[in-house]
């Protein structure tokens, strides 16, 4: 039995595997942008409860605040907190799956759902932009 301190964590192995231009099946970058899209969703609720909290200067502060989120970059913010929303939440349902559902192709669903929080986020950008 390997002690905890010999066994390399799978990120890890992830980290060194990249780095050194190995090439890694998609489910591999699928379980590595799980994990993105979560620091960027955590990102989010940070910086969403730090602008909400600019009501605390005033209603002019917020207003201002507001008024800077219009501007495009933000739009393009809000669209890849979109995608990382939507792909996140897709593959967290594709974990589930795959877990009661053994026999599940879980490569083809991760092909499929990263593919609909694509398109889902396509076809939302009239909405943002």
């Excluded at 595997?17 to 994990?35: D, I, N």
């Excluded at 899209?37 to 502060?61: K, P, V």
């Excluded at 759902?113 to 076809?123: A, D, G, P, Q, R």
């Amino acid at each position: 039995m390997t002690s905890p301190h010999t066994r390399k964590t799978v990120m890890r192995r992830f980290i060194e595997r990249t780095l050194k231009g190995e090439r890694l099946g998609f489910e591999a970058y699928v379980w590595a942008s799980q994990r993105v899209t979560g620091l960027i969703i955590l990102g989010f609720l940070i910086i969403h409860i730090y602008t909400l909290s600019s009501i605390l200067d005033g209603e002019t502060a917020f207003d201002q605040t507001m008024r800077t989120l219009e501007r495009p970059i933000y739009k393009l913010a809000e669209l890849i907190l979109l995608w990382a929303l939507l792909f996140h939440a897709l593959n967290g349902f594709r974990l589930i799956l795959v877990n009661l559902l053994p026999g599940m192709n879980h490569k083809k669903l991760a092909y499929v759902f990263s593919l609909i929080s694509l398109i889902l986020v396509l076809i939302s950008i009239p909405i943002f932009l």
